[in-house]
Nanobody, 125 residues
Framework: QVQLVESGGGLVQAGGSLRLSCAAS????????VGWFRQAPGKEREFVAA????????DYADSAKGRFTISRDNAKNTVSLQMNSLKPEDTADYYC??????????????????WGQGTQVTVSS
C-alpha cells in the first residue's frame, strides 16, 4: 500500500504563497487518484482539490478555484498544491489522500483510503 508524507507548510502573510508537496512511497503514485483536504481548528475536514492519475483532470473546491493549483509528477511520485493569494481563512492542517484510480471524481473523506499525517499552514493577517 502507498504511504503519503506532506511537506511545505508554514507561516505566511495574507496574500503570500506556499507550495505543499505530497510524496508517496511503497507504490507508484500513478496508480492513485489524489486529493488535498484541510481541517481548520474546530471545523470538519473539507475537500480542497483533487487530480486524476494522469493529471488530465482536476477538481477544486469553490474556495480554492483561481488561487490553488494541484499538479502531479508521477516520475517523482509526488503531488503538489500551489497556493497563491492566501487568506487567513486558509489557515488549517492540510492533508493529502489517495485512492486507487478506477475513474470518477471524489470529494469526500470516506472515498479515500490512504492519508498523510498533515502539514500545518498558518496565514497571518
Amino acid at each position: 500500500q502507498v504511504q503519503l508524507v506532506e511537506s511545505g507548510g508554514g507561516l505566511v502573510q495574507a496574500g503570500g504563497s506556499l507550495r505543499l508537496s505530497c510524496a508517496a512511497s511503497g507504490e507508484t503514485l500513478s496508480r492513485y487518484y489524489v486529493g488535498w483536504f484541510r481541517q481548520a481548528p474546530g471545523k470538519e475536514r473539507e475537500f480542497v482539490a483533487a487530480i486524476s492519475w494522469s493529471g488530465s483532470n482536476t477538481d477544486y473546491a469553490d474556495s480554492a478555484k483561481g488561487r490553488f493549483t494541484i499538479s502531479r509528477d508521477n516520475a517523482k511520485n509526488t503531488v503538489s498544491l500551489q497556493m497563491n493569494s492566501l487568506k487567513p481563512e486558509d489557515t488549517a492542517d492540510y492533508y493529502c489522500a489517495a485512492r486507487p484510480a478506477y475513474g470518477g471524481t471524489y470529494y469526500t473523506e470516506d472515498a479515500f483510503d490512504y492519508w498523510g499525517q498533515g502539514t500545518q499552514v498558518t496565514v497571518s493577517s
